[in-house]
């Protein structure tokens, strides 16, 4: 396994005239080849500004401060703007939540997937149509050929998802970037939608990093796992190991808080209180005020350090060992 | 049984759209315009609620749960049938209804403190006299879990969660019987939801009262419902206590539904239940509104449409094949699996 993406030490601050805002500190992550990454986190814990930061597209007063966003080994953070352009699409897709949003409401369908295939290559319309066609096609829409003449507000929800992976598909990437792209979809939907873009991973050996806030989504999805909070990824590893033996406290709260079978009834283990804000985070590890297991150590901030060949923690004090 | 019988809903339909106004129906008489779709949000629907339970009702987007839920808490009027509940007192006292929406940013006045957000109704209806209203108000927010000192402020200032708890004080302010919760947690983060959720148990356990739970999240609805009722396209397809619902569920709708929920538990395995997308409410298929999509279809579900009718003691489903199908062991999806 090769590492198509190798993220070190990510930091994305926003300035404001109250002061720097650092909404992503120390982030490190990296995608094989053919691989799933999770990436969960609540509302306001860095994981949809991860997807940007990597695929640069973080505006003003937003910006990248430092680290590396290595593809196969290039750092794409020094690439000049037109370079950026040209990799954008092609070799980096992105997939979004709101696919009404994405998909650009006054064009058909044909236009959009030819304007994506005309950015990056010299190809003729009669061309286009068909890689348009066979795009649509793997991606389950019924009638191809017909659909193309649609305008986005003619299909259903899930429809226009899976025209929006279409267009991410047609390059085919090392890399696509899927940002909650099924909250918005109702379950029968949401269920079509996750097989098919396993599938087309698998078959393609495409990498792929799905930001979510829904676990049980990642656990049938996911390979590897990274859990996000408050600007920094807290735990990493296999999708098993981080599910089955949490080793942040974070983690193991999250997981108590869904409801699942077997809950029936009975309290959920909440978590107390909420996420700090990014401009009001206490001092050395953020989870520390909703910790049961804090001490004065963790007015520190921890480092990621391995715990295992495969897992990595951000805490003083890990679950290791102990039984849930 | 029939005295815990908080409300009674029978053979309730809604219909929206259809006749318009005067020149709506003089063009479409002239051949000018088309006449309006009408929509049936909500057909024949009926079932009862008992007190002091928690009644889930899942489905998907369009599948009527919401209109449902607006006509239980009498924001909607039904077009035909009726639901029978205690009605309030002229103006005054408490009221039996309430709702609690899913959206808790704009379901709360943004040009209102919370102390008049919530403590504005019971003045209005004389549940508490105007000297008492603010131990009143203090009371309700302590209870769920506001903290009484921010009386003052207005909603922006508070997060997801706690507008949701303002949202939860200001129905309980009127002393119901019924809450009528609309999504009410969907809004939320996970460990967000975790926290209302255990509100809304404790709340029931002190103040006795009956839920229609509204939500299209399975887990949350297994978790915390007694019965559950399923709709699809704006039928009830499938009713019954919780356990057995998601245990052994007998409308192949409801097992899809099941199945398709991603667990903690399944592991780089991704089940795809049913083909095809909700057809549309305007023009719903013909017999079982379901047989489009279903994977057991016969000629008999496309023209007749299948009664809701008890299959088990306090269950009923709406299927014509229920006794040729067994269902068990692991869903018989097609299955996608990582790697």
């Not at chain 1, 959920?268 to 005020?289: E, F, H, S, V, W």
């Not at chain 2, 987007?61 to 209109?67: D, P």
């Not at chain 2, 299209?216 to 699809?232: C, Q």
């Amino acid at each position: 396994m090769t590492a198509v993406l190798d993220v070190r030490d990510l930091d994305t601050s926003f300035v404001s005239p109250s002061g720097t805002i650092a909404a992503l500190q120390g982030v490190s992550l990296t995608v094989n080849t053919g691989e799933i990454l999770g990436l969960v986190g609540e509302s306001g814990s860095g994981k949809s500004l991860t997807g940007f930061s990597i695929n640069r597209l973080i505006s003003p007063p937003g910006k990248v401060v430092g680290g590396q966003v290595l593809l196969h080994g290039q750092d794409v953070l020094t690439l000049g703007e037109e370079d950026m352009r040209q990799l954008r699409g092609r070799r980096i897709a992105m997939i979004f939540q709101d696919p009404m949003m994405t998909l650009n409401p006054v064009l058909r369908i044909e236009t959009q997937m030819y304007d994506a295939l005309s950015a990056h290559e010299s190809i003729t319309k009669t061309k286009a149509r068909s890689r348009a066609i066979a795009a649509l096609d793997e991606v389950g829409i019924p009638a191809p050929e017909d659909r193309l003449r649609s305008y986005p507000h003619q299909l259903s929800g899930g429809m226009r998802q899976r025209v929006a992976i279409a267009i991410a598909l047609l390059h085919r990437p090392d890399l696509i970037i899927a940002d909650e792209p099924t909250t918005a979809l109702d379950v029968t939907i949401q269920g079509q939608i996750l097989a098919l873009v396993q599938r087309l991973c698998r078959d393609r050996g495409t990498a792929l990093i799905w930001i979510t806030h829904d676990l049980a989504v990642v656990a049938g999805i996911a390979d590897r796992l990274a859990v996000m909070y408050a600007g920094r990824i807290v735990e990493i590893g296999g999708v098993d190991d981080v599910l089955d033996n949490p080793a942040h406290p974070y983690t193991r709260g999250l997981i108590d808080s869904v409801p699942a079978r077997g809950t029936r009834g009975k309290r959920l283990n909440q978590i107390p209180g909420r996420m700090p804000a990014l401009t009001d985070l206490p001092k050395g590890c953020a989870y520390a005020p909703r910790c049961p297991r804090a001490t004065a150590a963790c007015e520190a901030m921890p480092a990621i350090e391995p715990i295992s060949d495969t897992c990595a923690v951000r805490c003083f004090h890990p679950l290791t060992g102990e039984a849930s | 049984m029939t005295d815990n019988v908080i409300l009674s809903a029978q053979n309730v339909s809604k219909q929206f759209g259809g006749r318009g106004d005067l020149v709506a129906r003089g063009l479409a008489r002239l051949g000018l315009a088309r006449p309006r779709p009408v929509v049936r949000a909500v057909e024949d629907v009926s079932f009862d609620l008992y007190k002091g339970e928690v009644l889930g009702v899942v489905g998907e987007s369009g599948c009527g749960k919401s209109t449902l839920g607006r006509m239980v808490a009498g924001l909607l009027d039904p077009s035909e049938g009726q639901i029978n509940g205690r009605a309030p007192d002229a103006n005054t006292g408490p009221l039996p209804m309430q709702m609690i929406f899913q959206d808790p940013f704009s379901s709360l006045n943004p040009r209102k403190r919370v102390s008049d957000l919530i403590g504005e109704a019971p003045r209005v209806h004389r549940i508490v006299s105007p000297s008492e209203v603010n131990a009143y108000v203090a009371d309700l927010m302590d209870r769920c879990g506001i903290d009484a000192s921010y009386r003052d402020r207005f909603s922006h200032q508070f997060s997801g969660g706690q507008r949701q708890r303002i949202g939860i004080a200001r129905a309980l302010a009127v002393k119901p019987e019924i809450l009528v919760c609309d999504e009410a947690v969907s809004a939320l983060d996970v460990s967000i939801q975790a926290q209302i959720i255990n509100l809304f148990m404790d709340l029931r356990d002190e103040f006795g009262l009956t839920y229609l739970f509204i939500s299209h999240d399975l887990g949350v609805v297994e978790h915390i419902a007694d019965r559950i009722l399923v709709m699809y396209l704006g039928r009830i397809v499938e009713s019954g206590p919780a356990e057995q619902i998601f245990n052994d569920p007998q409308h192949p709708y409801t097992r899809a539904l099941i199945d398709g929920v991603p667990r903690l538990d399944r592991r780089r395995t991704v089940y795809e239940p049913i083909k095809g997308d909700i057809p549309s409410p305007i023009d719903p298929p013909k017999g079982c509104h379901f047989h489009p999509r279903c994977p057991l279809a016969e000629a008999r579900c496309r023209t007749e449409r299948p009664v809701l009718r008890d299959i088990a003691p306090g269950r009923q489903a709406a299927c014509h094949l229920i006794e040729t199908t067994a269902i068990e062991g692991e869903p018989k999806w097609p299955a996608t699996k990582t790697g």
